[in-house]
């Protein structure tokens, strides 16, 4: 109801996640202080929470703590952009204690980045920033969609120079599979064979070419852990769970939805490309 | 197995062949002017040479290929020290049996009757000398790899990430809740201060560890809210038993960030200590996200390497620590070492 109000009144909104309550509340309080008019619709603890309300209450703005359980807030960020429909895509603010990934990256991507613990002072040029990004709602449907194309691209450029953190002295050369089947014995497969991995559940699922054609295994390291050990010239990601060699990409298609996809040399069937990492397919 | 031998290793061990070949010489001329047989000098130069030759090639290249790679370079293992004292042995055996078809036989005779009596002065004489070199190269290995250690630990607790948040709850808390902040405070200052006095001392009590431990733990439960439970069980009577500084705080912070922070829901972290006869047992069992114990061992964080390294450090093979995810927490490290008692000196 009282969304409704705040959007009656144009009230500006915001979305605060952040796991610590202490920090949450605080946050909430100064910017009380600062921006009056801003209308806080909810508070959420974890990544998960912060889409899922999110996408409920499409908020103007959001302020999202970069590490939080269930998903960090770059995540959150890449899978609400991915998912979002419809009206303009919220301004973003990340908040984090310690610059581990680097401000500028964030500056650039973003529309702020705050540091904790986050001053009064700092907080107003945030928000003088928020007002200068435009927080009305007048735009039109295709600015929208050109907005969130926008953000999309960031985001997922955000993302790829997270990961790639390590040197390229820690980069994988093999990879190590249990094969319980056979009395316990271990198979190395060096990265040179591995066509892609696709994260199930529990396991990532490797497919890697051998002496008898292309063959599925399964690891137990993380797609998250996996990936800074890869090259990032070489391996692509190109979904949430999917992560393909570049080479081996055949022909991406895009369906009557927009949505691309692509098939790989030698493999029957299509792997889905998320919106996230267009980017990687522009031709120009 | 290929054994590769570094290019500074290399260079020392040629030095090392250098001096005892000269040191073979030197005896050898003593000898032969010392004693009666001073007329068979060029047959002693040719069997001291030998013998030292073979007793480099033994000690110093057989060692390197048998111990570089073992953890049991340093200590000296048992097997080791067996090993070296048996390689003069045969480097003297060798040397007297190998020289012998050269030269006349009358010459070396009288030499080989000595054999048993020059074997055991050798052996007495290398061993006290590896004992001596042991006792100061130990030494000082061990410290500089005790303050590697220590100085990774300050940084691991100076965390910023840590700091930065804990700051943060801080500033939140003064206007809303003093009596909070106030307690806050305390806890990081006397977590701070312990840090800085726990990268001095080499061994603290479990009692100090635990009330350390405590500290974190409240900080910790201050930012994190009722995601974080705690349990810490210390029996009174192993208060005063002794523990390198900071060993369990590496599992702890462990449980809190792969077990507990990924959690939406949070969980709780038991850390217990107990006791038989010889050694003290103690666990770090958390009831978090629970990640796959092959996959820990496989990824071996800098917290695990850490603790097993200083295991190894200070209590040698009688320290171990195991990992598991059976029964009722979803992870579980276990660590155990001997009995130190407060009224023992420890180095």
New interface residues.
Partial sequence: MSAVLSQLYRRPTAIIAEDEQHLAEALRLELAKVWPELYVMSIVNDGISAVKQALLLKPDVLFFDIRMPGMSGLEAAAELAETWKGNAFPSLVFVTAYDQYALQAFDAQAVDYLLKPVSSDRLQKTVVKLHLAGLSKHNTEEDNSRNLENTLTKLGKLLSTTTDQMGTALRLKVIKVNLPLLGNSIKLIPIEDVLYFTATDKYVQVVAKTDEGYKEFLIRTPLKDLLPQLDPAVFWKIHRSTVVRASAIDIVQRDHLGKLSLTLRGRMGSLAISRLYTHLFKTR | MKIIIPASERRHMLQRLAFSLSIGAAIAFALATTTERSGYLGAQVILSVAIAAFAWLFVDLGDFVLFSHSIERFPFSKKRHIYLVFAVIAAQFLGEILVYPFLDFGQVRTQFKGFWTWCLITIVMISVFIWAVTQNKFRTEDKRRESDIRLKLLETQLE??M???T???????I??DPVQATKMLDHSVSFLRATVNGSRVSLHTLGTEFERLGDYLDLMK????S?LKYTLDLPPELDGHLIPPFLLQPLVENAIKHGL????E?GRIIVSARADEKQILIEVNDTGVGS?V??IK??NGFGLKQVTERLLAVYGELGKMTLSNTGDFNTSVQIQFPITQRTEAFA
């Fill in positions: 910023p990430h700091l930065f948040n700051l943060a709850n801080l500033r939140a808390l206007n809303t201050i930012r994190m809210g995601r922070e990924p959690k939406v949070g796959d092959e996959y496989e990824s």
